[in-house]
């Protein structure tokens, strides 16, 4: 009798599961996870497309542990990504963007590591796309030992120009770069707190869940000696104390998750390309070596750097 109503209650659950992960994939791009094979799914929602591959195996921690690389279409965040993916222990690396359709460089990656990356469509100006992601780690891993936060944006074309003089700064060009490098990153580390928290070190060689958050040099307010670029400057400033102030209350919680500001350097990306004229060329690095500074820093971190801004050679920057 027992073994008959439980047979019909695992029956019911199963059933109710299934469905629960139609409708969250349906909706959340959240991939549905088959019991026994694996497969690459492609789902397209809102123009995006999430590249999800499913295994049957405990996807919680293992070595290496869960990474989240938020802004991961180029730049500084797909080279977070591929490096990552390179490492023997690779985990499992999340990469967010706002379009993964158009992520060539990451479509590369998820055809070489398929088992070990998933795409998830996040824009940071648009919170719905940041609660879908949690709650799709959620569903597939459980929990995150890694959320790097590298979107950020400083000059688009017919748009947003970095200011040269006060006279030039515009409202629209303030609350823009303040939406992207600013609120967007910090949203995503609300919404991804519980996973975090969850993760801390586990399947890692650290005690504790890491948080970066990619600033940049100009954002010190002691090392400012140049002035301009008013809007980008003081956006990345907010996200430093914003920054601070979550890594004062994680530890004070005694939530197992560190949070550090990272300068890497001036870079050769799309973001630099066009203020790049008077960089001398060994001031100038490439996207492979700053990450790989910026990983050496983030994988020796420890509780007492927690709420620090470090520069690629490690060095702390004033605030
Ligand atoms: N390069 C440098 O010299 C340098 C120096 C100091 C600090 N940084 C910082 O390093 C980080 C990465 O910069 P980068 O040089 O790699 O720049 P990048 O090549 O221009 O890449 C910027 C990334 O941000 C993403 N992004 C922009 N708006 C977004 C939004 N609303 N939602 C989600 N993603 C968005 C872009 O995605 P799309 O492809 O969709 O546009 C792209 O993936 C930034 O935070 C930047 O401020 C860079």
Not at 201 to 209: H, V
Not at 231 to 255: C, G, H, M, P, W
């Amino acid at each position: 009798m027992f073994i008959f109503k439980a047979k019909k209650l695992h029956l019911l659950t199963t059933q109710i599961l299934k469905s629960k992960d139609i409708m969250n994939h349906l909706i959340l791009n959240t991939p549905i996870m088959p019991t026994t094979t694996t497969t690459l799914m492609t789902s397209r929602r809102n123009g995006g497309v999430c590249f999800c591959s499913s295994t049957t195996s405990n996807l919680k921690g293992g070595q290496g542990g869960v990474s989240m690389v938020q802004g991961a279409s180029r730049g500084i965040g797909l080279e977070f990504v591929r490096q990552l993916l390179e490492r023997k222990e690779k985990g499992h690396v999340i990469a967010t963007c706002r379009n993964p359709d158009g992520a060539t460089g990451l479509i590369e990656l998820k055809e070489k590591f398929p088992e070990h990356l998933d795409i998830l469509q996040l824009d940071v100006t648009d919170e719905s796309t940041i609660e879908a992601s949690a709650l799709s780690i959620k569903e597939r891993y459980g929990s995150l030992n890694l959320l790097i936060n590298a979107a950020g944006i400083l000059s688009i074309p017919n748009v947003l120009q970095p200011e040269t003089t006060l006279s030039k700064l515009q409202k629209s060009s303030l609350l823009l770069t303040y939406e992207v490098n600013t609120v967007g990153p910090i949203m995503v580390i609300k919404h991804m707190w519980p996973l975090l928290k969850m993760g801390g070190g586990s399947g890692t060689e650290r005690n504790s869940a890491v948080v970066a958050n990619i600033s940049a040099r100009v954002s010190s307010i002691g090392d400012n000696r140049l002035g301009g670029w008013h809007s980008y400057r003081s956006s990345k400033t907010a996200l430093n104390q914003l920054t601070k102030t979550i890594s004062v209350e994680f530890a004070r919680r005694k939530d197992p998750i560190l949070c550090i500001l990272l300068h890497p350097g001036t870079v050769d990306t799309d973001l630099s390309k066009p203020f790049q004229r008077n960089v001398p060329q060994d001031k100038l690095f490439t996207k492979e070596f700053s990450v790989q500074k910026l990983l050496g820093i983030i994988d020796s971190v420890k509780s007492m750097d927690n709420g620090k801004f470090f520069a690629w050679d490690g060095q702390e920057i004033p605030w």
